[in-house]
């Protein structure tokens, strides 16, 4: 149980152009969701925390207007990289927070999705 | 969240234990040891988390000194498969807040 699927895998798309990352969870209700970016061989970096219902709470020197997040249902959050740059190029995932079983809030990550600028 | 200190990379060879070390010095009361792994390419996987108890499961266990100050994950039977960036990661358990990822240890287990 506690799956997460994030959609696509990997993309790659021009310079200029936006591109919309899908994090789902799959049998259980996130009531939070995090969004996680990891460049090469570093480690994972939080970007935003998003509550279903509510704007996304970012961190330091995150662009919000960039790195667009809509949390609108309990078991959908979507991330979009506007106007994508190079730089960034990156690994990018999700994690979802809820309410599965009995008292269990931990925290759950998908796949992750590559994403490449060119 | 209390900060960790987990040696960069460490070697095991196939078919034995592997104890990766943590250190949690300032690690407050109300605060929980999580480990997760990171295989190539993938999104973090769960492993085992504790208060100040020992752990296990049917992937590791977890051995935290009776001060708190430190952990040790340790898996039994190391296998290939198990070559990935380990996090120690202290947080207050059932929180609403992020986890927060340090640089981990790189575990190469080798056949």
């Known amino acids: 149980g506690a799956v997460v699927s994030q959609h696509p895998s990997r993309v790659i798309c021009k310079s200029g152009t936006s591109v919309k990352i899908e994090c789902r969870s799959l049998?259980?209700?996130?009531?939070?969701m995090f969004w996680y970016r990891q460049f090469p061989k570093k480690s994972l970096m939080l970007m935003a925390t998003?509550?279903?219902?509510?704007?996304?709470?970012?961190e330091q020197g995150v662009e919000k207007d960039k790195f667009l997040i809509n949390h609108a249902s309990l078991t959908l959050s979507t991330l979009t990289v506007t106007s994508a740059h190079p730089e960034d190029s990156s690994f990018y995932i999700c994690?979802?927070?809820?309410?599965?079983?009995?008292?269990?809030?931990?925290?759950?990550f998908g796949p992750g999705t590559r994403l490449t600028v060119t | 969240d209390a900060k960790t200190t987990q040696p960069p990379s460490m070697d095991c060879a196939e078919g034995r234990a592997a104890n990766l070390p943590c250190n949690h010095s300032t690690i407050s009361g109300n605060e929980y040891v999580y480990w997760y792994r990171q295989i190539h390419s993938q999104g973090p996987q769960y492993i085992i988390h504790g208060l100040k108890n020992n752990e296990t499961n049917e992937m590791a266990s977890l051995i935290i000194t009776e001060d708190r100050k430190s952990s040790t994950l340790i898996l039994p039977h190391a296998t290939l498969r198990d070559t990935a960036v380990y996090y120690c990661?202290?947080?207050?358990?059932?929180?609403?807040?992020?986890?927060?990822f340090g640089k981990g240890t790189t575990l190469s287990v080798s056949s």
């Open positions: 990661i202290v947080r207050v358990g059932q929180a609403g807040t992020a986890l927060i």
């Open positions: 994690s979802a927070r809820g309410t599965y079983g009995a008292g269990d809030y931990e925290q759950y």
């Open positions: 049998d259980f209700q996130a009531t939070t």
């Open positions: 998003s509550n279903e219902g509510s704007k996304a709470t970012y």
